[in-house]
């Protein structure tokens, strides 16, 4: 079995942590982490699978790392690869943007043939607009996280999409296999 990739740009660390703890779920026999300030076109070409983790910034802006990457990102031929996107925002001091930039690279990496999966409900937020919200589906397209304003929820939400994206990704062991956590 081939590993998933997981990139992630992070400035003060939280997109950092969500990502280790979804490896620490998924298994690091399974995912390989690269903060996405340290790769190339090719690192992300040579996965199938992939999991892209971007913050959004201010007011709706991408984070720095995946900024300078972006024409980069545009680049990738994404045909016939498979990603999962999640993404962290503030749904009360940013309600107008909540989860932009996940919804951006969402927007860019579909153009470029990506197959997403990890689509998630977007019931039990609160924000005004996002970039992410699938129109009239009620569900992002990825998993979004909220470190400033619903911390106490983010264990569980990474539990339940993990095991989903288990599924969704076909790992040995489908959802069984991931490894519950309450960090």
Known sequence: MSKIGLFFGSDEGNTEAVAQRIVARLGEDRVDLHDIADVT????????????GIPTWDFGQIQSDWEEF??????????????ALFGLGDQFGYGDYFLDAMGMLHDVIVQRGATIIGQWPTEGYEFDASKAEIAGEGRFVGLGIDEDQQEELTADRLNRWCRQIAEEFALPGGADSVVELED
């Open 70 to 83: 972006w024409e980069d990102v545009q680049q990738i031929d994404f045909s016939g690869k498979t990603v």
């Open 41 to 52: 076109q090719l690192e992300i070409e040579g996965y199938q699978q992939l999991i892209f």
